[in-house]
């Protein structure tokens, strides 16, 4: 578990980025912040592998005070992708992928055996393996990314915007990945995001911010959809625009089939045969 404590923070040139925040954040579970750009999100998340030191207040792992470990160590277990992938473009994938447990003292040879698996487990060819980063497509990169990130094995894995640079198409393949690896490898997920569609497809608990690091709401995604605390939330999931609201249309009136239609007309999904014949009253065929 993550505990952010009265948690402040002032750059030396006098911004207020995060005033007195204090969240927990849950073991094995994906928490998403979103917010509008500025709002402190990149912040608070550098907070928990201290590439940023609060002004005020705590910043506790299981009970430890992050202000007394070593930052480098620190960094060193905790798994941290960013938008552009951060690769070293002079180093081969599979050794982009072994740098930290190399740097922690695993053989090299131990290190690139490992970082070949983690390529399968993020579903990359093994044949990348001794390309350079230029040589991928950026969904690629960002893969491996996730592997170089998961290489320490950390149980806590940060992730800031880390599909923001890809197409929507790839973004949507890399978020249904990533709930496939969080349901085998049980991380604890903080994941920064502008998309509120992103973090309501990812998120076990959903932090939204205004700026100044200033919670909004905390919920899981049906609880912020279902009951948004103020005028500010429902503006920003969409709920004032009607951009939520959906209604069914009979698809087929022969089979009973329902479609589930979103505001502006497009189709969004399938009822089930049985929530469909539910929904029409129509009976199961026996
Ligand atoms: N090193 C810094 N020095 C001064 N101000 C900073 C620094 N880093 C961030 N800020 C300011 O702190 C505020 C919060 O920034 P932060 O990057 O945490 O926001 P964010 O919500 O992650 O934004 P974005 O979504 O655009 O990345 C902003 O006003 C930003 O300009």
Known sequence: MIEFRSVSKRFPDGTLAVDDFSIVIPSRQTTVF??????????????????????????????????????????????????????LPHRRIVDNVATVPVLRGVPRGEAREHALELLDTVGLDRSLATKYPRQLSGGQQQRVGVARALAADPNILLMDEPFGAVDPIVRLELQRELKRLQKDLDKTVVFVTHDIDEAFALADQVVIFRTGGI??????????????????????????????????????????????????????GLLSDDESRASTGAASPS
């Open 34 to 87: 979103v917010g509008s750009s500025g709002s402190g999100k990149t912040t608070l998340l550098r907070m928990i592998n201290r590439m940023v030191d609060p002004t005020a207040g705590q910043v506790v792992i299981d009970g430890d005070d992050v202000a007394k470990e070593n930052p480098v160590q620190l960094r060193r277990r905790i798994g941290y992708v960013m938008q552009n992938g951060g690769l």
């Open 215 to 268: 919670v909004a709401q905390v919920g899981t995604p049906s609880e912020v959809l279902g009951n948004p605390a103020d005028e500010f939330v429902a503006s920003f999931i969409g709920a004032d625009r009607g951009q939520r609201q959906l209604h069914l249309e009979p698809r087929n009136p022969e089979t009973g089939q329902v479609m589930v239609v979103d505001a502006s007309g497009r189709p969004a």
